[in-house]
């Protein structure tokens, strides 16, 4: 998968993807990053990105023609990508629009800074707008970064244990059970013991428990809707009970 990223600060990106799991899987071959910094596809002398907006007000907008231009430059006759616009005003970002992300073999991630963008970039040029949370930042650089490591550690091969990215908070639905390692006891706080029996049927139906109990207790929301089996309701029960 190609991952290209349009920024005024191509910089940040140094660290994020030539660090940890997103490094190596560039260099296996699973995804391919670059970063452009799109002031070099402004069309004037002053390599200027931003202008006054029509009809006054505070503030610079973005201009259409860079994006444009590098778009056009990046795309050259390969298959339409997905262009995605990092905004506070987009569609909130979630693990299944990662997974459907991490279908494409093209994604384009358009980073503003200031104001805002023209328009005609929202209309003409760009496949889905994104946010990453009620929050706003002071550009889409981060957002980027969420997306593209969301996405790579998706790809296959790319997680040394193909089950980590199915069993983890999101994918199933629910919230992940808590985890522990060595020691069994640590400043008088212990392991449950049930994690320490060896009984392996146990410990699956312990943590499938927990991951319930986390849910329920943190993310009542996840559960709205979810089909629920006759043993996850029972368990519900006791813990309305318990509360
Ligand atoms: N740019 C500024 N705020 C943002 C947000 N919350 N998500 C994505 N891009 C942004």
New binding site residues.
């Given amino acids: 998968m190609k991952i290209d990223v349009l920024s005024l600060f191509p910089d940040m990106f140094t660290n994020v993807f030539g660090s940890s799991i997103l490094k190596h899987a560039e260099e296996s071959g699973a995804v391919s990053f670059r970063v452009v910094d799109f002031r070099e596809y402004a069309d004037n002398k002053h390599r200027k990105v931003d202008d006054y907006p029509y009809g006054g007000g505070a503030g610079m907008v973005l201009r259409a023609q860079p994006f444009f231009d590098a778009v056009d430059d990046l795309v050259k006759d390969q298959k339409k990508p997905r262009v995605v616009l ?3 005003q ?1 569609e909130r970002y979630t693990q299944k629009k990662a997974e459907e992300f991490s279908k494409e073999e093209h994604l384009i991630l358009l980073c ?1 800074h200031y104001e805002g963008y023209d328009e005609r970039v929202r209309e003409h040029l760009v496949t889905d707008e ?11 650089e ?2 980027a970064m969420v997306i593209a490591d969301s996405v790579t550690r998706l790809l296959p091969g790319v997680l040394g244990n193909e089950e980590s990215a199915i069993t983890d908070s999101f994918s199933t639905g629910i919230l992940e059970h808590p985890h522990y390692t060595r020691p069994a006891e640590f400043r008088g706080m212990k392991v449950p013991d049930i994690l320490l029996s060896g009984h392996h049927k146990n410990i699956d139906e312990w943590r499938h428990r927990e991951s319930l109990k986390r849910t329920w207790e943190r993310r009542p929301d996840l559960l709205e809707g979810k089909a629920l089996s006759e043993k996850e309701q029972l368990w519900i029960e006791e813990f309305t009970r318990k509360e």
Avoid: F, K, M, R
């Fill in positions: 990092l905004c506070p987009g503003g994104v946010s990453i949370g009620d929050y706003v930042l002071t550009g889409g981060l957002g």
